[in-house]
């Protein structure tokens, strides 16, 4: 799944005047051609979102007005009586237990290739990045039998194909946060006499707290985001956003209910990367 | 289609068997070649479900579309999403009619407990919640003559439809429906000839 | 992912090791992995391995298990086409992605308040899921979607969804996609880039040699193995396809759930053979993209 967050979230350093160097700065015409094509760009990529917005409020938009004729808040209320309080609830579950499974086993393997180099070491992170470059329902048409056979309940399956699809994602972030982490100061803080506790969480903890964060948020996102998973191996008794989207957008007439659901799907990862990006820009867990 | 093309369903045997298929198939796909030009984009494809089909008709792509639940075209016609000039329209042969059922799977284990919810679908009251068109709009199965007199009153207090002619005239002619087997059969033929036909 | 680190990540000094280097030690280091190890390897090698007894005949859903290879030949011709569509899709949609994402990058880093609303603007599609994409795409594209309504073209609408060139498919992957490549090579430039832009620039250089001699090469490994996840992610979903595409011909992620789902018995090893063949072409194109990242010099 490909996903990552702003350059803001992923740096240590950001280059705040890389423009403002005068060897490199431009000159009025390919200021104007930088301005036409970020203009460009911003349009690619906030066009598809318009629909959504206009349909939310649309309580009737019949073919072919380019407008909706009544605005209202009627969606909501249908998109609530097709069960979306549910769906919200289970999705939001589900990203958060993903995480909270995805994420300490990411730092564990992450801690393991950091600082325990070995001859392992190489299948290790080879298999821990595998699931990348082997789709979703292959993986899901084999173990299906397997957890049937094995008695898995269905929501441990969703879970667990979930987990290991976020693990590339919480591995590969806290190894990074793990290279730059330099030990010194744990052994420093052994010196001076602090206990194991003590170290984890005066001195590791905060030094890896905003890596923590980052992997926990695109560990959400793997189960927040998922539909192929959770409709096979959840076989339906597990309702999340993304299938009542999939079946809203699937009929006649749910236009505007398949709105209200997509932002609903929209709004927690977004209101959490504004948070990760606020707290970091004020420097909380730098 | 297949009962018109045949001369009438009588002609077409509803348990599946392979000669019939081999025998009566061909004249279908035939007048489904023919039909292409008249189609959505030339026949060159196809919607992939009835719901897109939908789609397309209140998107004004298409001049008709097709339903099992026409009890719910008042709603649909009601909040704009298809056009008021919207009509149902019942062919003189007929039109292919179906109840909706429930079954008990051989190896159940609770049984009585699945005849007794059987038993409260199958009641008045249900019946008639299922039936009214700002819940789920399917037609009754039960005899309209064997209704006690409260079963009756809340059939009659049903709202009647500005688009969707009575009970009595859409089942007018129902075709049977059938056998699943038929279903495969069918699909995989017109997804090899007519779809993959270009 | 953050590609971008890689190199950054490359470039420290290797931490030193906490717990010496006794085999106890050791150990008890690689203990740590294994939690992971071990469900990513139930996940991804049981998940192939039965797959793959599927797909030859070995589990049957009915009667008795004979190795066969018929799963595999009892849609020949769809299946090649399958694969050719797929690839289609996935590389166009993959070239766009990285072109685009490229400008984006490229004017992200300038920073003030071009490079600000062009971060800003892709990081909003980062969390859509692509089903909701997909949704708001046909929303937009569709015969009788906003653009064809705001436009009044009515029939001279081209068949963007469901026509025969998948473009409204190729633009969803694109559209998600190019946000994703744009923040991962913007990464990637921010860091290393203004040393070598303006050492360049004192040696004479012009813009476009500046792009093609230093933003160009420096942001290629970032560009390869963001394109690399783009075009395996495409190449294996299946959502998009589904609502967007046309019934025939079918990419290999449709197919294969076609008849996952199908009420015929024998129709799951089918399923099989397409999940295998898709597994095999995404793991290529895999080995292809590492194969090209040990080329360049910047990687090693």
Same mark, same amino acid.
């Given at each position: 799944m490909a996903i990552t967050l702003p350059p803001g979230l992923n740096q240590q350093t950001l280059p705040k005047d890389a423009a403002q160097s005068g060897l490199t700065r431009s000159r009025a015409g390919g200021r104007i051609l930088r301005s036409a094509t970020a203009g460009a760009l911003a349009v690619w990529f906030v066009l598809p979102l318009v629909p959504l917005g206009l349909w939310v409020f649309a309580d009737r938009w019949s073919y072919p007005a380019p407008l909706p004729q009544d605005w209202g808040l009627q969606n909501v209320d249908s998109a609530l009586s097709r069960g979306a309080a549910t769906a919200f609830a289970g999705s939001l579950g589900l990203g958060l237990v993903v995480s909270a499974v995805a994420t300490p086993l990411g730092v564990l393997a992450a801690r393991s290739l950091a600082f325990h180099p070995s001859r392992w070491s190489a299948p290790v992170s080879a298999l821990l990045f595998a699931p990348l470059a082997l789709p979703a329902f292959v993986a899901v048409f084999g173990l299906n039998v397997l957890l049937v056979r094995l008695q898995v309940p269905s929501y441990a399956g969703v879970v667990l194909v979930l987990t290991v699809y976020a693990l590339p994602y919480t591995t590969y972030v806290m190894r990074l946060a793990y290279a730059a982490h330099d030990i010194g100061f744990d052994e420093e803080a052994c010196t001076l006499g602090a206990t194991q506790g003590q170290v984890f969480l005066r001195v590791q903890f905060p030094l890896i707290a905003p890596a923590l964060a980052r992997a926990a948020f695109l560990a959400f996102l793997v189960g927040w985001s998922d539909y192929l998973v959770t409709l096979l191996i959840g076989g339906g008794s597990l309702v999340t956003v993304p299938l009542l989207v999939a079946s809203a957008a699937s009929g006649a007439g749910n236009d505007g209910i398949v709105a209200v659901l997509s932002v609903m799907a929209l709004v927690p990862p977004l209101g959490l990367l504004l948070g990760l990006t606020g707290r970091r820009r004020r420097g909380g867990w730098s | 289609m297949l009962y018109s093309v045949s001369g009438g369903y009588a002609k077409v045997p509803l348990a599946f068997d392979q000669d019939a298929f081999d025998r009566l198939s061909p004249a279908l796909l035939n007048e489904l070649e023919d039909l292409k030009p008249s189609l959505w984009r030339q026949g060159s494809t196809y919607p992939k479900s009835s719901g897109e089909l939908d789609a397309l008709y209140a998107g004004g792509q298409v001049d008709s579309t097709m339903t099992y639940g026409p009890a719910t075209l008042t709603k649909l016609v009601a909040d704009g999403t298809y056009p008021a000039t919207t009509k149902v329209l019942t062919l003189d042969e007929g039109t292919v009619g179906n109840a909706s059922f429930l079954a008990i799977p051989s190896t159940s284990g609770q049984r009585s407990g699945a005849m007794v919810v059987a038993n409260i679908a199958l009641s008045e009251e249900q019946q008639a919640t299922k039936a009214d068109p700002r819940i789920w709009g399917q037609f009754p199965v039960l005899d309209s003559d064997a209704l006690s007199p409260e079963g009756r009153a809340l059939f009659e207090q049903l709202p009647t439809s500005p688009v969707v002619p009575g009970y009595e005239v859409l089942s007018k002619n129902a075709n049977p429906e059938l056998a699943a087997e038929w279903v495969p059969a069918l699909d995989e033929a017109w997804r090899r000839q007519i779809l993959a036909g270009g | 992912m953050p590609a971008a680190e890689v190199l950054t990540a490359r470039t420290r000094p290797r931490p030193r090791t906490a717990a010496g280097h006794g085999t106890k030690a050791r150990v008890q280091g690689l203990l740590l992995a294994v939690p992971a190890v071990l469900l990513v390897a139930f996940v991804v090698v049981g998940g192939s391995a039965m797959v793959a007894a599927q797909s030859l005949g !070995?589990?049957? !859903?009915?009667?008795r298990p004979e190795l066969s290879t018929a799963a595999y030949t009892a849609h020949g011709g769809d299946l090649l086409v399958g694969v050719g569509l797929s690839l289609a899709i996935a590389g166009a949609s993959t070239v766009l992605a990285c072109l685009i994402g490229f400008a984006a990058a490229l004017i992200m880093m300038q920073g003030r308040w071009c490079g600000k609303l062009v971060a800003a603007m892709s990081s909003l599609s980062i969390p859509v899921p692509h089903i909701v994409g997909a949704a708001t795409a046909g929303l937009l594209l569709a015969d009788s979607g906003l653009l064809a309504r705001v436009f009044g073209a009515a029939e001279r609408w081209p068949d963007v969804v469901g026509g025969q060139w998948w473009l409204a498919v190729i633009f969803e992957y694109a559209w998600k996609e190019s946000a994703f490549v744009g923040l991962v090579v913007a990464g990637t430039l921010a860091t290393r880039s203004v040393d070598y832009e303006e050492t360049a620039a004192l040696l004479g250089a012009g813009r476009l040699g500046r792009l093609r001699h230093v933003l160009l090469p420096l942001s290629l490994p970032a560009l390869i193995i963001s394109g690399t996840i783009a075009f395996i992610y495409s190449f294996g979903s299946y959502e998009v396809a589904w609502l967007l595409g046309r019934p025939y011909p079918e990419p290999l992620p449709v197919m294969a759930l076609r008849l996952y789902n199908s009420v015929t018995l024998t129709a799951r090893p089918e399923a099989a053979a397409v999940a295998v063949v898709t597994a095999v072409v995404s793991l290529g194109a895999a080995l292809v993209a590492l194969a090209c990242l040990r080329k360049i010099p910047l990687w090693r």
């Open positions: - | - | !070995l589990m049957p !859903l009915v009667g």
